[in-house]
């Protein structure tokens, strides 16, 4: 599967207030969805020692699945192509390594 066909796919489950004009549901879905999945593994931090068993790891594939419905919707409502924003992230962080600032801080270094 693309991210294409993901996106396309992933909008037939789309159902919240003003679906194709609403940024912000999406956007805190997000929000909440990372949350939960830095929520799990701070716990393992916690209460496994760190041990990311397959439990945990099947677990935190589903928390993700959620974090990329919610990117996918998003980038739906903005109008973007998830091919597309993927493929600039991946420029950019080439371009990055290149110079030689792949650390720091700053969107646009």
């Known amino acids: 599967m693309d991210f294409q066909d993901y996106q396309q796919r992933s909008r037939e489950t789309a159902r919240y207030p003003d679906v194709g004009a609403n940024i912000l549901y999406p956007t805190l879905g997000l929000c909440g969805e990372a949350g939960e999945v830095a929520d799990k593994v701070k716990k393992v931090l916690r209460d496994r020692g760190g041990d ?34 993927a493929g600039a992230n991946l420029a950019k962080l080439a371009s990055r390594a290149d110079r030689n600032v792949i650390g720091g801080s700053g969107d646009r270094r």
């Not at 068993?53 to 699945?65: A, S």
């Open 52 to 85: 990311f068993g397959p439990d945990v790891r099947d677990d935190l594939r589903l928390e993700l699945g959620d974090v990329l419905w919610y990117v996918a919707q998003l980038a739906t409502e903005l109008g973007l192509d998830l091919d597309d924003v």
